[in-house]
């Protein structure tokens, strides 16, 4: 505000012409650390002082923590409550003013020796919300014209009442802020993740004897299922899918991990899954810090046979669609989840697809799902809608429909585990013979 503005106004009219300026100062300001700096000099100006300062409150810390000082080349300074003046204004929440700073056994000479700055009076004032919470002090130091008197501090609280309302304005904006950028990292986690995963289908489209389709659904932005499918060689195809005993960013950190180490050991060891995973099993062992495990269903198919060997991990048993139709769950060597056991042998079985068969995996956020009425999708619900599907149906078809059944199912209820399903359909070299006829 321009001093000829208030000159000729009587003291009281020009303090309330003040406060009218303090508001529309700090009502266009929202970002923090430029808040504290207008707050710093508005105060300033308005108690016709040398210097103020402001500090805001650390409880967690029970600190008071000195963002901006006005003249001080000192970026933070931190006071326990307490200790100083400023310090004993946040313990009894109340107005301390000092005449004669260098006779108060309060006040600490520190700070004028590192500036150079003389302090001579000091009016030190709580900032504190309608509900009671301690937001920060407010200090101003040497009046222009002598000691600050009764109706100072009532000023000050005045303008107190002001920085309040604007603290708490810009705590909530930057608490916004934060959540919006969390939200941000959060999307492009999911995105990087979702990267890590194969979602162009057909998955293979050179080579006809194959036919797979994937889903997935996280439960949070991120999250900890796994699946990924890979040539070997021009006959067989490798195929994981894999849980994570945790949601969020960690259980997409380890999910990487582990897809990574499964499809480099999976290369390295062709002749035999079960020892792919004895090798991701033990490579997990040594490096969880965080003592998570993962369970996981893997196999390679042979494109010219049909025939998958399999090995498994503790993962929900997968289902077969039979040329005919019907359904039929796996009855699988069964072996436990990898990253438990610094060395397990994990067994190896074989499985028969003919022309038109289907492997069907899923996680266990798909049989699990609930609705509103903490009802479970369980295996009969898999099982369900797969029959109702009948013979012939596609890899996408199946996949789709049964991710669609299971949303369906669960309706309005919160999504409790990511759901993914994978499904490998054969179709024989006979297939691959018609397509390139």
Known sequence: ?????????TDRDRKLEILLDISKSLGQEVQLDRLLAIMVAEVTRAMEAERSSLLLYDESRNELVSKVA???DVKEIRVPVGSGIAGMTAQTRSTINVRDAYQDPRFNPDYDKKSGFHTRSILSMPIINQKGRLLGIVQVLNKDSGPFTAEDEAFLQAICIHLGLALERAELVESYVQTQKLQQSLQLAREIQMGLLPKKFPAFPGI?????HACITPALDVGGDLYDFFLLDDKRVCFVIGDVSDKGIPAALFMAMVRTAFKISAMAVQDCIATTLRTVNRFLFENNESQMFVTMFAGVIDLQT??????DGGHEPPYIVRSSGAVEMLEKEGGIALGFMDDFDFPKGKLQLNSGESLVLYTDGVNEAMNVDSKMFKTSGIVDTLLSLGNGASAERQATTLVRRVHEFAASAPQSDDITVVVLRYCGPEQAVHSSA
């Open 1 to 9: 505000m321009a001093t000829d503005k208030l000159h000729g106004l």
């Open 70 to 72: 006005e003249g001080l």
């Open 208 to 212: 006809a004897e194959i036919d797979i």
């Open 306 to 311: 049909g025939m998958v060997e399999y090995s």
